[in-house]
């Protein structure tokens, strides 16, 4: 899953300048001068020496680039030449440039790698840099250049990609509320400040709790038939812990997950179940309910100043699927076969822990257990056969060759180029004519010091203004750690998300525009999970598969009669995987949908959610309201309905392929390839279109799940 952080307003994202402009336009004074965020750096490509930074470098070098920010602004503005298209909008499109170098550096390390000065700095910075932006959005003299540029757009002589440069620095002065009065805008801005701070305190207490919880095992029988390597993970964790002896699960999913599968102590798995789902809801100092409530009656309140009836309807304004009741009409044509599913399936695992002798009624803790069990009787599968066939490495080397077979791209490990951490690994991608394109880091494993989940940033966002600037992109995930005796070997779902987050890198690496903010990511986000989900569509393509899934012992390819019993087996649960989702994106939604401040509590409001759509007891939302991080700490408030939206896109899109009888066909991977390059530079069904021939259809996806 990527999650693409948006922490900071879209109007002034823009290029990293890796000529004269990376090197500020006035010198930093003597307590700087020795700040390696703040000098050139002579490094391969322009990458960062994270060897040379230190944490607490980052928070007078964030500071210095307001600074300087609010100089460069300054200049626009006083400038006494009429507004031009070049004095202004493309002047706003550079300003900016160390503030934005230092901060994509940050929101990166302090996402992946984190201590208590990262910490501290982000509580302290994300309000400041929420009222330094507000600042320059509601700045009506530079409003004014703006606003008389995007009125004589025909005047000037303006590409299309410039009008539409015009158009989203325009539209995002509105949405940031310049037409409001002054006593609007100055409650604006404290609505914006304060959500800023509840944000970073929602993550802070989310990381807290789950690094907190300590399941300990001290007898063997309880973990069932484990694998070996997730036992010598649990024995280092339970070390780690202060433990002599035993076996310490945590709320990672790396050791969460594993617990649940095999653990034959259905107690202990109600209790590790429990933890995870109650995370941030146990009333202590981590609790996050009244963070959330508080930040959805601010983001209510927002949304009224700027004129919307709710939040939800603020944000879908500007995205593909335009008002909730598009986005509930969608969820709804799958939620039905999907909970049917579901249902079917919950029948038959209770039926599975009835003939096991289990009394009781069968319960959410249950589900995973009983899934492994059925996969093995029904379908003849255990996923323990396949891991060592998806080594993370040979992973993701697969997801090279794939880049390689559609796009020509290689891949070349780069021991030159420092990282934030020891697990890195950094690579120079090159283009086929063996021409530099950009660096990709990736980053695999679990630590206390790592948020969960997986996601993708960009550290340097492509650009052309001047000169070509090539994109800088990571991968991170939280996978197991290898051990002393085991590589780190992942199931088919986490290979799968290695090949997703790889599609979000692609996406920013193929990245072909002139302006970094329409460059790579910044798209919709109902259309930026798109090119990350169409490239899990090849990972279990037999031709793909050969590539990379090879026994990491023997070398031996994955055989053709396990890759069909696996896609077979990860047939079933389909109903579960997508109903938890759904959940979700329900919850999102009706929390952002709200018009007036709601009556009833989180948990209260929760449940009545999950009422609405009769979901089961057996089943919880993929994220329940106190660790929704994607909605509360992330980008993707009254958007996490964008998964489905894309999933339509890539199913669709795959298809094209499909149809041509090759997968890997070179003209339709041609065609893609300037769909993903044109980032932000036309609306993301326009761009679609044009790839397709048409827009596109929902019955690929329905017939994928198997849903009727």
Same mark, same amino acid.
């Given at each position: 899953?990527k999650?693409v952080?948006?922490?900071i307003?879209?109007?002034?994202? %823009?290029i990293?300048?890796? /000529?004269k402009?990376?090197?500020m336009?006035?010198m930093?004074?003597?307590?700087?001068s020795?700040?390696?965020?703040?000098?050139k750096w002579?490094t391969?490509f322009g990458t960062?020496p994270?060897?040379?930074?230190?944490?607490?470098?980052?928070?007078?070098?964030?500071?210095f680039?307001?600074?300087e920010?609010d100089k460069?602004i300054k200049?626009?503005?006083n400038?006494?030449?009429k507004?031009?298209f070049?004095?202004t909008?493309i002047?706003?499109?550079?300003s !900016?440039s160390?503030l934005?170098?230092?901060?994509?550096l940050?929101?990166?390390?302090e996402?992946?790698?984190t201590? @208590?000065?990262?910490?501290?700095t982000?509580?302290?910075?994300?309000?400041?840099?929420s009222a330094h932006? #507000?600042?320059?959005?509601? =700045?009506?003299k530079l409003?004014?250049r703006v606003?008389?540029?995007?009125?004589q757009?025909?005047?000037?002589?303006? /590409?299309a990609?410039d009008k539409?440069?015009l158009?989203?620095?325009h539209? +995002?002065?509105?949405?940031s509320?310049i037409?409001l @009065?002054?006593?609007k805008?100055?409650?604006?801005?404290k609505?914006?400040k304060?959500?800023?701070?509840?944000?970073q305190?929602f !993550?802070?207490n989310?990381?807290?709790e789950?690094n907190?919880?300590?399941l300990?095992?001290t007898d063997?029988?309880d *973990?069932?038939?484990?694998?070996?390597n997730?036992v010598?993970a649990?024995?280092?964790e339970?070390?780690n812990?202060g433990?002599k002896?035993?076996?310490?699960?945590?709320?990672?999913r790396? %050791?969460?997950?594993?617990?649940?599968d095999? +653990?034959t =102590?259905r107690?202990l798995?109600?209790?590790?179940f429990?933890?995870?789902?109650?995370?941030?809801n146990n009333?202590n100092?981590?609790?996050n309910?009244?963070?959330?409530?508080?930040?959805?009656n601010?983001?209510?309140?927002k949304a009224h100043i700027l !004129?919307?009836?709710?939040?939800a309807?603020f944000?879908?304004?500007d995205?593909?699927?335009?008002?909730?009741?598009?986005?509930?009409?969608l969820?709804?044509?799958v939620?039905?076969p999907?909970?049917?599913t579901?249902?079917?399936d919950?029948?038959?695992?209770?039926?599975?822990?009835k003939? #096991?002798?289990?009394?009781g009624?069968?319960?959410?803790s249950?589900?995973?257990?009983?899934v492994?069990?059925?996969?093995?009787?029904?379908?003849n599968?255990? &996923?323990d056969?396949?891991r060592p066939?998806?080594e993370?490495n040979a992973?993701?080397n697969?997801a090279?060759?794939?880049?390689?077979k559609l796009?020509?791209?290689s891949?070349?490990r780069r =021991?030159d180029?420092s990282t934030?951490h020891?697990d890195?690994q950094?690579?120079e991608?090159l283009? &086929?004519?063996?021409?530099?394109?950009g660096i990709?880091?990736m980053d695999f494993?679990?630590?206390?010091?790592?948020?969960g989940?997986?996601w993708m940033n960009? *550290?340097?966002m492509?650009?052309?203004?001047?000169?070509?600037?090539t994109p800088i992109?990571? =991968?991170n995930f939280?996978?197991?750690?290898?051990?002393?005796d085991?590589p780190?070997?992942?199931?088919?779902?986490?290979?799968?998300?290695v090949?997703h987050?790889f599609?979000?890198?692609?996406h920013?690496l193929?990245s072909?525009?002139?302006y970094?903010?329409? /460059?790579?990511?910044n798209?919709p986000?109902?259309?930026?999970e798109?090119? %990350?989900?169409?490239?899990?569509n090849w990972m279990?393509?037999?031709?793909v598969?050969?590539?990379?899934?090879k026994?990491y012992?023997?070398?031996?390819?994955?055989p053709t009669?396990?890759v069909?019993?696996?896609?077979?087996?990860?047939?079933?649960?389909?109903?579960?995987r997508?109903?938890?989702y759904l959940?979700?994106a329900?919850?999102?939604?009706?929390?952002h949908s709200?018009? #007036?401040?709601?009556k009833?509590?989180?948990v209260e409001?929760?449940?009545?959610?999950m009422?609405?759509i009769?979901?089961?007891?057996?089943?919880i939302p993929?994220?329940? %309201?106190?660790?929704?991080?994607?909605i509360?700490?992330?980008?993707y /408030?009254?958007?996490?309905?964008s998964y489905l939206?894309?999933?339509?896109?890539?199913?669709?899109?795959?298809?094209a392929?499909k149809?041509? !009888? @090759?997968?890997l066909?070179?003209e339709v991977a041609k065609r893609?390839?300037?769909l993903?390059?044109s980032g932000?530079?036309? +609306?993301?069904?326009?761009?679609y279109?044009e790839?397709r021939g048409?827009?596109?259809?929902?019955?690929? *996806?329905?017939?994928?799940?198997?849903?009727k």
């Amino acid at each position: 899953m990527k999650k693409v952080l948006i922490l900071i307003s879209i109007v002034l994202l %823009s290029i990293q300048c890796t /000529s004269k402009k990376e090197e500020m336009n006035t010198m930093p004074d003597s307590g700087l001068s020795n700040n390696p965020l703040l000098k050139k750096w002579n490094t391969p490509f322009g990458t960062a020496p994270f060897d040379k930074i230190k944490s607490e470098d980052y928070l007078p070098a964030i500071e210095f680039g307001m600074q300087e920010h609010d100089k460069e602004i300054k200049n626009i503005v006083n400038n006494k030449d009429k507004p031009t298209f070049d004095n202004t909008i493309i002047a706003l499109e550079k300003s !900016g440039s160390t503030l934005k170098k230092v901060t994509h550096l940050f929101d990166a390390v302090e996402s992946a790698n984190t201590d @208590d000065v990262l910490k501290a700095t982000s509580k302290k910075i994300r309000p400041e840099l929420s009222a330094h932006y #507000d600042k320059i959005n509601m =700045n009506k003299k530079l409003f004014d250049r703006v606003n008389t540029v995007y009125e004589q757009k025909d005047k000037f002589n303006l /590409s299309a990609e410039d009008k539409k440069l015009l158009e989203e620095t325009h539209k +995002s002065f509105v949405r940031s509320g310049i037409n409001l @009065d002054d006593k609007k805008q100055e409650k604006l801005q404290k609505i914006n400040k304060r959500l800023a701070e509840l944000s970073q305190k929602f !993550g802070d207490n989310l990381l807290e709790e789950t690094n907190n919880f300590d399941l300990y095992v001290t007898d063997k029988k309880d *973990l069932g038939n484990m694998p070996n390597n997730f036992v010598e993970a649990a024995t280092e964790e339970a070390k780690n812990r202060g433990h002599k002896t035993g076996w310490s699960f945590t709320l990672q999913r790396p %050791s969460f997950y594993p617990f649940l599968d095999y +653990s034959t =102590n259905r107690d202990l798995r109600e209790k590790i179940f429990q933890g995870y789902a109650n995370r941030a809801n146990n009333n202590n100092e981590f609790d996050n309910k009244k963070v959330l409530e508080e930040m959805v009656n601010l983001r209510i309140e927002k949304a009224h100043i700027l !004129g919307y009836d709710s939040y939800a309807d603020f944000v879908l304004s500007d995205n593909m699927a335009e008002n909730p009741g598009n986005v509930y009409n969608l969820l709804k044509q799958v939620w039905k076969p999907a909970l049917n599913t579901a249902k079917h399936d919950r029948d038959l695992l209770a039926s599975m822990m009835k003939k #096991d002798g289990v009394k009781g009624k069968f319960r959410a803790s249950d589900w995973r257990y009983y899934v492994r069990q059925t996969r093995s009787i029904k379908y003849n599968f255990d &996923e323990d056969q396949t891991r060592p066939y998806f080594e993370v490495n040979a992973v993701r080397n697969g997801a090279f060759e794939l880049a390689n077979k559609l796009f020509g791209l290689s891949f070349k490990r780069r =021991n030159d180029i420092s990282t934030w951490h020891k697990d890195q690994q950094v690579f120079e991608v090159l283009d &086929e004519a063996g021409k530099h394109i950009g660096i990709i880091y990736m980053d695999f494993f679990a630590r206390p010091s790592k948020k969960g989940g997986a996601w993708m940033n960009e *550290l340097r966002m492509q650009s052309n203004i001047d000169s070509f600037v090539t994109p800088i992109v990571t =991968n991170n995930f939280n996978f197991p750690a290898p051990t002393k005796d085991s590589p780190s070997l992942l199931s088919f779902t986490q290979a799968q998300t290695v090949f997703h987050e790889f599609g979000h890198g692609l996406h920013g690496l193929l990245s072909n525009v002139k302006y970094g903010s329409l /460059s790579g990511t910044n798209v919709p986000r109902d259309f930026v999970e798109f090119p %990350s989900q169409v490239i899990e569509n090849w990972m279990s393509e037999p031709d793909v598969l050969k590539l990379y899934a090879k026994h990491y012992k023997t070398g031996e390819v994955i055989p053709t009669a396990m890759v069909k019993k696996m896609n077979e087996a990860n047939g079933f649960n389909v109903g579960f995987r997508t109903v938890e989702y759904l959940a979700a994106a329900f919850l999102d939604m009706d929390w952002h949908s709200l018009k #007036d401040k709601p009556k009833e509590k989180t948990v209260e409001f929760e449940n009545n959610s999950m009422k609405n759509i009769a979901l089961i007891d057996e089943i919880i939302p993929r994220y329940r %309201s106190t660790y929704y991080a994607h909605i509360f700490s992330g980008g993707y /408030s009254a958007g996490y309905y964008s998964y489905l939206w894309s999933e339509i896109l890539d199913a669709d899109a795959f298809e094209a392929f499909k149809e041509t !009888g @090759d997968v890997l066909n070179p003209e339709v991977a041609k065609r893609y390839k300037k769909l993903i390059s044109s980032g932000g530079t036309k +609306s993301g069904m326009d761009l679609y279109k044009e790839f397709r021939g048409r827009e596109p259809k929902i019955d690929a *996806l329905l017939k994928r799940k198997g849903f009727k």
